[in-house]
């Protein structure tokens, strides 16, 4: 009896367990489009309902019906080229099949609609001209 009480517990923990989350890539690029002229401070922006091919776009497989959320640490900076100088990524926008606030679902086939993120950067007027690139961090959980 105490082993069939053990399988049963064993049983009981695994039907509860939940698919491991896949992220699908698309272009996981986020880039800001235009010229943004050095001297005078500008806003760059890349938002998915705008300009859909300058944002990260993924797919995320999971357990049907789930809703999922995505999170990014809040200091994440792009940098210089060449010279020691970086500009501080100000906000994530997220859309697509995302809600404003990174929130979507897992659809019947185990999948999400195409979800997209953009952000947001503040470029001042005494930063160096030049081309900054860099990796931004995101994670996407169930909810």
Known sequence: MHRYFIFLILLLIA???????????????IQFPGDYISGSTQIAISKPQNNQ????????RGEP??????????????????????????????GCGFSKRGVAKIKNNGESRLLCVGAKAKVGAKVPSGVYSGSLSFEVNYK
Do not use: C, W
């Not at 039907?15 to 690029?29: H, Q």
């Not at 091919?53 to 995320?60: H, K, N, S, Y």
């Not at 060449?82 to 990524?89: D, S």
């Open 65 to 94: 019906g789930k809703r999922i959320i995505i999170t990014a640490p809040k200091n994440q900076y792009i940098f210089h080229e060449k010279l020691n100088r970086k500009i501080k990524i100000q906000r994530f926008f997220y």
């Open 15 to 29: 039907g509860k367990s939940i698919a491991a989350l896949a992220i699908v890539p698309e272009n996981m690029d």
């Open 53 to 60: 091919l300058f944002v990260a776009r993924f797919f995320v």
